[in-house]
């Protein structure tokens, strides 16, 4: 899945209808029908949940966890996490992901844009 595998790059929606060979239009509607999302708000909630797991299951910096994941602004990155997590990354990392569990984004096996360019 492409988004699953360059998550760390820089991703616009030009550059996912380049690469899919379709327009913004069809992109976005075919890629909401398969995973009930826009585009970038899936690619936020990845990142999101790859840099919730990052800070739960490593000790890897969290300016480090940040770059792996994708964002390249420290402010950006703290203000979206927190937002999606309910805490900065380091409470998170802290403990206070056990009150969010329940919560995460899942994302669905089927989601891969190479099937929506497909159909």
């Excluded at 069809?26 to 995973?35: A, D, P, Y």
């Excluded at 390249?72 to 937002?83: A, G, I, L, P």
Aim: hydrophobic content about 35%; some cysteine; overall charge positive.
């Amino acid at each position: 899945m492409y988004l699953h595998t360059h998550y760390q790059e820089k991703i616009t929606i030009a550059k996912l209808t380049r690469e899919f060979h379709t327009n913004r239009t069809t992109l976005s509607e075919r890629f909401h029908k398969v995973t009930g999302m826009p585009v970038i708000a899936y690619l936020i909630q990845l990142r999101v949940n790859l840099a919730a797991a990052m800070l739960r299951d490593t000790g890897l910096p969290i300016t480090e966890v940040r770059q792996r994941v994708g964002f390249n602004d420290d402010s950006h990155f703290r203000r979206t996490f927190r937002k999606h997590t309910g805490a900065s990354p380091s409470a998170y990392r802290r403990g206070c992901h056990q009150q969010h569990d329940s919560g995460w984004f899942r994302p669905p096996p089927q989601a891969d844009l190479h099937a929506l360019n497909a159909t």
